[in-house]
């Protein structure tokens, strides 16, 4: 059963302004905030550090906390947008790229401009931001969030099966057939022809697929937004190259949907995924240490993509200055400094990507907060969640061989279309 997304009462949160920015409120004053985040190990232990950090200046306030799993990120979307539809008071969200067109355009968020520009706090953070990371979270020219972290694609790679393998570090410069020429090299087979290792794993989720599109100068959807961009040549050329790399040269492994190959990666059966930094933190954990990574390889373009997670405050919250003094936590250098620590994602302060504990894996680290000033950010629709299930649904199926390319570009192009024409900018 598909998901309702409830929309009715969303027009009364629409407020038109709250007028200057108030001072901030007394020490013993009592109050509830009520904060919509991610479900994560990592955002748990944030939001509680955060929480103790500001209790002793509000011993007062309660912060209670709706975590919500984010796999994938419509699915975050919806569920928010079905708690604010039934009436819950949120007033602090954390939202990815992914859903600021679809708050942006629901006027669900305050404008944080004037926050940020009139409070010390604000202007510290600002002048230590790449100024891109807050083009992500615009819409509109309203800056309803504000980026705490963010992610980008690269090519993660085994620095000990390229050694193995005879094969120098892939090149900054390198192109798409560089790529499958060296998935070629890295790509065992058993005396049977059974494959035991696979030089590439591709991706199974939108973001780290929209890398691919990008570098050849193309996306799912047209350069304002607000068209399906399927039908681009350039557009059925990614695909049929990622299909080739699984059917024709079988260097990838099967195509699955959600899984971004940290598995076989781990268990040394893969020798390159395209990744955010989250494998970081994965492997890690697992003690894995021959890795290091190399900027997605191009076809027409060097792009490279860029989504960062914010937090923003409601229109619903009826006390935007206390939420501002706890939004402020979420973003200080301590939280930044744990998100360096955790190597979850990019810390959105450069101060906090230049950190000895955030640049120690892999080698090349500073790859990731280099990428900042020049990526693109994700153009994600009002609809965003809908247009994801489209391209996956319809990629997942051509990928996996159970629908011819021709068929999958017209289904998705009429069905894009169709979304897209009931779209409200």
């Not at 232990?45 to 984010?70: C, D, G, T, W």
């Not at 992914?98 to 404008?111: C, I, N, P, Q």
């Not at 350039?234 to 079988?250: A, C, G, S, W």
């Amino acid at each position: 059963m598909k998901r309702r997304i409830f929309t009715a009462g969303l027009a009364g949160l629409a407020l038109a302004g709250r007028g200057a920015v108030a001072a901030p409120p007394a020490a013993d004053t009592k109050a509830v905030l009520n904060v919509f985040r991610p479900a994560t190990d990592a955002d748990i232990q944030l939001m509680n550090h955060a929480i103790a950090r500001f209790k002793p200046r509000y011993p007062s306030v309660e912060i209670k906390v709706q975590y919500v799993s984010v796999n994938p990120w419509g699915e975050y979307i919806n569920q928010f947008m079905n708690a604010m539809g039934s009436g819950e008071n949120v007033d602090i969200v954390s939202m990815p790229t992914e859903g600021a067109s679809t708050l942006g355009s629901r006027k669900l968020l305050v404008d944080l401009s004037e926050y940020l520009a009139s409070d010390p706090a604000g202007k510290e953070v600002l002048a230590d931001v790449e100024p891109n990371l807050l083009t992500a979270l615009r819409y509109n020219g309203v800056q309803g969030l504000f980026p705490t972290e963010w992610n980008t694609v690269t090519v993660f790679y085994n620095t000990d099966m390229f050694q193995e393998a005879g094969l120098p570090p892939p090149a900054p410069e390198w192109t798409w057939d560089d790529l499958l020429a060296t998935a070629q090299k890295l790509t065992k087979r058993d005396a049977a022809g059974r494959v035991t290792q696979y030089g590439y794993v591709i991706p199974g989720g939108q973001f780290a697929l929209s890398t691919w599109m990008l570098t050849n100068a193309t996306d799912r959807l047209s350069a304002d937004g607000k068209q399906s961009n399927v039908r681009d040549p350039k557009f059925r050329e990614t695909l049929e190259f990622l299909h080739d790399l699984i059917h024709k040269h079988k260097v990838s492994p099967a195509f699955a949907r959600n899984d971004y190959g940290y598995g076989p990666f781990v268990a040394k059966q893969a020798a390159m995924l395209s990744s955010t930094h989250p494998v970081v933190r994965i492997l890690r954990e697992a003690k894995f240490t021959s890795i290091d990574v190399v900027n997605p390889p191009r076809k027409r373009t060097d792009t490279m993509i860029c989504g960062a997670l914010g937090i923003g405050m409601t229109q619903a919250t009826k006390n935007p200055a206390l939420a501002w003094e706890f939004m402020k936590v979420l973003f200080d250098k301590e939280a930044q400094e744990e998100v360096a620590g955790n190597v979850r994602s990019i810390p959105s302060r450069r101060s906090a990507a230049s950190l000895p504990v955030w640049l120690a894996t892999p080698k090349h680290a500073e790859i990731f907060y280099g990428a900042a000033a020049k990526a693109k950010p994700l153009f994600a629709p009002p609809n965003f969640a809908q247009v994801e299930e489209i391209m996956m649904r319809h990629i997942e199926a051509y990928l996996t061989a159970n629908q011819e390319i021709g068929p999958t570009i017209d289904a998705m192009d009429e069905e894009i279309t169709r979304a897209m024409a009931r779209v409200k900018w």
